[in-house]
C-alpha cells in the first residue's frame, strides 16, 4: 500500500492522518493546515472524531447527538482539502480522539498525525491534553494546529513532537512494563504511601474504640468515615497502579489514565487531610 502511494505520488510521498476536532474552513486555516502537509504529502486520510462536550455523557456512552456534527465537520474538511487539490478520504471515529487514531493507524498506517484541535480550556472533554496524550503514545511525530471555536476558526498556535515521541519515553522497570512518566512514579509512590497512612489511621481508630462500642458496631462517625475513606481511596489507588501496569498498553491510556492519575495524585493528599480532620473532632 505504502508503495503504491509512492508510484503514484513520487518518491519519498508521506501517508498523513488529519484529526480533525474542529472543521478546516477558511483561509487561513486551510492554508496552514495545506502548509503543513507539505509538497510530500501523498495520501492523506481525515478522521473526524464524535466528540462530546460533556464527561458524564461520554463515560455513558450517549454519543448519539455528536455523530451529525462529527459528519459535516469532515465534509467541510475535505471540501477544502479538495479545493486546495488535495485528494483526501475519510470518516467519523470513535468519540475519544486517541481512539480513533488508533483505529486509523491499524487501517490507514500513516507516517505522520495532524491534529486540529482546541486549546484544553474550549476543547471537549476527550480532547484535553490531547498533544500530552499523543506524545506520550504514539511513534509518530505529530503536528497540533490549535484553532480557537470561531465561526471561521482562527488558528492561536502550533506545536509539534518528533517521531517515536511516545513509548520510548519515560523509565521502564523492565523491558516488559510499560515506560513509566513522572506523573506514573509520582502517582506510584503517592498512591502507595498514602494508601498505608490511610489504612494506619483508620487501624488506630479502630484500635482506640472501648471494647464494647467495638463489640457492639459503634465506632463514631468520625472513625467509621475515616474507614470508609480510607477504604475508598484504597480501591482508587489500587485500579491505578494495576492500570499503570498491566492495562497501559491495551485501554488505560488517554482521558482514563488522566482522570484516575489525578484523582490518585490529588484525592490521596485530600483524604489523608480529611482523615485527620476527623480525628480532631
Wanted: glycine share 10%; hydrophobic share 45%.
Amino acid at each position: 500500500m505504502q508503495g503504491e502511494s509512492e508510484t503514484a505520488n513520487g518518491h519519498g510521498a508521506r501517508r498523513i492522518l488529519v484529526v480533525a476536532n474542529e472543521a478546516v474552513a477558511g483561509a487561513e486555516l486551510r492554508d496552514s493546515l495545506v502548509e503543513h502537509l507539505g509538497d510530500r504529502a501523498g495520501s492523506v486520510f481525515v478522521v473526524a472524531p464524535a466528540l462530546v462536550h460533556s464527561g458524564l455523557r461520554h463515560t455513558l456512552g450517549d454519543v448519539d447527538g455528536a455523530i451529525e456534527p462529527a459528519e459535516e465537520r469532515l465534509r467541510r474538511t475535505l471540501a477544502e482539502l479538495h479545493a486546495a487539490g488535495i485528494d483526501a478520504a475519510g470518516e467519523v471515529g470513535d468519540s475519544d480522539p486517541m481512539v480513533a487514531i488508533g483505529d486509523e493507524i491499524q487501517k490507514f498506517h500513516p507516517e505522520q498525525v495532524l491534529l486540529v484541535a482546541h486549546r484544553d480550556e474550549e476543547g471537549d472533554f476527550a480532547e484535553r491534553g490531547l498533544l500530552e496524550q499523543a506524545q506520550r503514545d504514539l511513534e509518530l511525530p505529530v503536528v497540533e494546529l490549535v484553532v480557537d471555536r470561531a465561526r471561521r476558526p482562527h488558528l492561536l498556535d502550533v506545536k509539534e513532537t518528533g517521531a517515536v515521541a511516545g513509548r520510548k519515553k519515560g523509565w521502564r522497570p523492565s523491558r516488559n512494563w510499560p515506560p513509566l512518566s513522572r506523573r506514573d512514579m509520582g502517582g506510584i509512590f503517592v498512591a502507595v504511601l498514602g494508601t498505608l497512612l490511610l489504612g494506619a489511621l483508620a487501624a488506630d481508630c479502630v484500635g482506640e474504640a472501648s471494647g464494647h462500642d467495638f463489640e457492639e458496631g459503634r465506632l463514631g462517625f468520625a472513625c467509621a468515615a475515616s474507614i470508609l475513606i480510607a477504604m475508598f481511596m484504597a480501591l482508587i489507588n489500587l485500579a491505578h497502579v494495576v492500570g499503570l501496569f498491566l492495562f497501559q498498553s491495551v485501554g488505560y491510556e488517554g482521558m482514563w489514565s488522566r482522570f484516575f492519575a489525578r484523582l490518585s495524585l490529588f484525592g490521596t493528599p485530600t483524604a489523608l487531610v480529611a482523615v485527620l480532620l476527623l480525628r480532631l473532632l
